[in-house]
């Protein structure tokens, strides 16, 4: 998921590099920055309806976030039923 965020990657040094698309599996979105710049690539976020560890919630708001940041490429797989691991 970082590697999709534009302030990550300046923050890291590696500006330059650019992924054709990204998928967060289960990740964490509990922090959330507040620059929604992306570099423009697909994010696919593949979340687990009952995850203990990673709440989906988090990460349905953080997606909604970087849409309205401007990055319309940004979808979201909730497996219901689920677990983290």
């Not at 953080?62 to 979808?75: C, F, S, T, V, Y």
């Amino acid at each position: 998921m970082n590697t999709a965020l534009t302030s990550v990657l300046k923050w890291a040094g590696a500006s330059d590099i650019r992924f054709a698309a990204h998928v967060a599996m289960v990740p964490h979105c509990g922090l959330v920055l507040r620059a929604r710049g992306t570099t423009g690539s697909p994010l696919l976020f593949l979340l687990t309806k009952l995850d203990d560890q990673c709440p989906p919630e988090d990460c349905l708001c953080h997606a909604d976030h970087l849409r309205n940041g401007g990055n319309p490429k940004i979808e979201v797989n909730v497996y219901k039923g689920a677990h983290h691991a």
